[in-house]
């Protein structure tokens, strides 16, 4: 990244203090689902809410942790052709699958997502189950995800290094 565009270089600044400030979220998403069997047994209330913030805790450390490991290169990949390919190959072939695959894809995610989160968000959607509030932070988790991927596949696509 030392001899990148400054424009990259920011942006895989950002996608690191981004990325780095979901592992945060692990602790409060493992709290609440353990809480949720308390609090229906022993108090006979509030576990649905606790599954409900659980479930927007989660769509947003999934949505982090994909790029988090995708920039760290631990994620799961069917490598098992590519692993015998020398390390320049492999980087070729990262940022030509980034440029024909990821960057498509995920530029028509935001684009056929972007009615339904907007909408979502501007209803403040509930969940349908319980109708408490946030259901539209959940879709909003999608469109950060779908975001994440395309400007990490961006970054890949230009650059020849990896994000450790």
């Known amino acids: 990244m030392r001899h990148a565009p400054p424009v990259l270089r920011v942006l895989d600044s950002l ?5 780095r400030a979901g592992l ?6 493992s709290l609440l689902l353990f809480l949720q069997w ?32 995708t920039r ?28 024909l695959v990821l960057i ?10 972007a ?3 907007t909408q979502s968000i501007m209803m403040f959607e509930s969940f349908p189950e319980t109708f ?6 959940i879709k909003l988790a999608f469109g950060v995800l779908a975001a994440l991927v395309l400007l990490q596949a961006i970054l890949d696509a230009l650059t020849d290094s990896t994000h450790q």
């Open 104 to 113: 498509p894809w995920s530029s028509y995610l935001l684009y056929a997502s």
């Open 38 to 69: 308390p609090l229906r047994d022993a108090l006979g209330r509030y576990s649905r809410e606790a599954n409900d913030f659980a479930q927007i805790l989660f769509a947003f450390y999934v949505t982090l942790a994909i790029t988090y490991a």
């Open 24 to 29: 945060v979220l692990v602790v409060p998403l």
């Open 132 to 137: 408490n509030p946030g259901y539209w932070l």
């Open 115 to 117: 009615s339904s989160i």
């Open 72 to 99: 760290h290169r631990s994620h799961l990949a069917a490598d098992s052709v590519a692993r015998r390919f020398a390390p320049a190959t492999r980087a070729r072939l990262q940022r030509i699958a980034s440029a």
């Open 15 to 19: 996608l690191n203090i981004i990325t």
